[in-house]
């Protein structure tokens, strides 16, 4: 990537807002620093707009960046399930383990410890059998 392109990102000109995901990762390794704090103010209370109507903290984005937070109206079941089988087992964990209320609030918010832990299993357990049923069906097919 050259200088000019790099000092016309920096100035936020309308190059800035076409650059690339891989251009991004770039910048970030060079200038040795995680993605997400270059794409979000290091101000927690600063407000960024993530998409059309949706606007949240930075420390909000981040969160969500790193896949620890939902956006405002998100869907839990799409968040949970897109998530890797190690990472869903971990959050379960650290909810059981009573680290963190994610999945609490995410799963259902007006229901009991005991429900909402019962629906994570669901969750979990879930995965676990399509994904071995998808691995049955790639073997037999």
């Given amino acids: 990537m050259s200088r000019v392109t790099v000092t016309k990102i920096e100035k936020g000109t309308e190059r800035a807002a076409n650059t690339s995901l891989v251009e991004l990762l770039a910048i970030a390794a060079a200038l040795g620093m995680p993605l997400v704090h270059l794409l979000t103010p290091r101000e927690d209370e ?3 707009e993530i998409a059309p109507e949706v ?8 969160a969500w960046i ?3 937070a939902l956006l405002p ?3 839990f ?3 949970f399930g897109a998530m890797p089988e190690k990472e869903q087992l971990g959050l379960t964990r650290s909810y059981f383990e009573g680290g963190l209320d994610l999945l609490g609030r995410g799963l259902m918010a007006d ?3 005991e429900q909402s832990e019962d629906a994570a ?5 879930g995965n676990r059998i399509r994904r071995e049923d998808q691995l049955k069906e790639e073997h037999d097919g």
């Fill in 46 to 48: 600063q407000l960024l």
């Fill in 55 to 62: 606007t949240v903290s930075a420390a909000e984005a981040r």
């Fill in 66 to 68: 790193r896949g620890l």
């Fill in 73 to 75: 109206g998100g869907d």
């Fill in 77 to 79: 079941g799409a968040f």
């Fill in 111 to 113: 229901k009991t410890k």
């Fill in 121 to 125: 299993w669901e969750l979990t357990e």
